[in-house]
């Protein structure tokens, strides 16, 4: 192999290596912590399992296609892994939009929140509404208006984004582009109106030094952060996978050199491994419970050295 395409290998590895893992770790700990077992982290479940389906069929493919300087999978491999992916990649976009709408009723409007999203079976039919709205944009590939096919330029099969270029605008327009534009105006409207709050309360504050508006800029803190890690994760989807979508659009006719396309590719990749760090650095329930699973013998160690025993008369 080209150097080039050992170190890409090695990086593909890597990703994989570090997010399968991880993204296992996240539903692990939401499971196993009951103060993580809240509603919007079924979402943050939804997202972590497409994770781990990219990594498990997209990594595979691009380093057996690398190796072997082209495609060697079937037909059939092909359109199963690149529906695993095409699936992946949409969930997540769009989940990342459910949940900013979520944490904006929550925060902004309750009455809208109890409505739709203050239970588990409600909350868990949105999540998985958004793998259903995929499987709905997935279903062209087998009418004739687009195909899954393998693609050359970033060593894996996915959705022929030069077959049918009027597809490929709509999905980028209205599957990538809108999701994309609900997340960043939703966490947008959650900023302005917690802004609002906040300094509603600190002039208040001026007249005033009551528990009462204590407790709510508490309360007002507690939301903003509650939703600050939310928007990191989405912002960071966003701009990871940015560069991807946009070659995409530039390379319908076949135009963008290789090497653009798997740069951006690798770029993309990066996504899938990363949140389960943004979640321990920014949430302190995520770290302990990190901590908690890794170091689980610890714990029993713990217990034995603490047990006491009843002495046998």
Not at 114 to 135: G, H, P, Q, R, T
Not at 285 to 305: C, G, L, P, Q, V
Request: with cysteine.
């Amino acid at each position: 192999m080209k150097v080039e395409d050992t170190i890409d290998v090695i990086f593909i590895i890597l990703t994989a290596t570090i997010g399968i893992p991880g993204n296992i770790l996240i539903i692990v700990a939401i499971i196993y912590d009951k103060r993580l077992r809240v509603l919007p982290n079924i979402f943050t479940g939804s997202i972590a399992i497409a994770d781990i389906i990219i990594l498990v069929t997209a990594n595979p493919t691009i380093v057996i296609s690398i190796q072997n300087d082209g495609n060697v999978l079937s037909d059939t491999f092909c359109q199963l892994g690149g529906a695993m992916v095409n699936l992946s990649c949409g969930v997540s976009i769009n989940t990342f939009a459910v949940l900013a709408v979520n944490r904006y009723m929550y925060i902004c409007n309750k009455k809208m929140y109890e409505k739709y999203f203050n239970s588990f079976l409600k909350s868990m039919m949105f999540a998985v509404a958004a793998w259903i709205y995929i499987v709905l944009w997935m279903l062209p590939s087998y009418t004739g208006w687009t195909q899954t096919a393998y693609m050359d330029k970033q060593y894996f099969c996915a959705i022929d984004h030069t077959f049918k270029v009027p597809y490929t605008m709509l999905l980028s327009s209205v599957g990538i582009g809108l999701p994309a534009l609900v997340t960043f105006a939703t966490y947008m409207k959650i900023y302005l109106v917690v802004r609002k709050s906040s300094k509603s309360v600190q002039s208040h504050n001026v007249n005033s030094s009551s528990n009462n508006d204590a407790n709510k800029k508490a309360r007002i803190d507690k939301q903003f952060k509650q939703i600050i890690v939310f928007v990191i994760v989405s912002m960071m989807f966003v701009v990871l996978w940015a560069p991807y979508a946009i070659s995409i659009l530039f390379d319908m006719n076949n135009s963008v050199p290789m090497w653009i396309m798997r740069l951006v590719t690798r770029i993309a990749d990066v996504n899938s491994c990363i949140n389960c760090f943004i979640y321990g650095v920014m949430n302190k329930h995520f770290r302990n419970a990190y901590r908690k699973i890794m170091f689980f013998w610890r714990k029993a160690d713990s217990n034995e050295t603490h047990t006491v025993q009843t002495p046998v008369d």
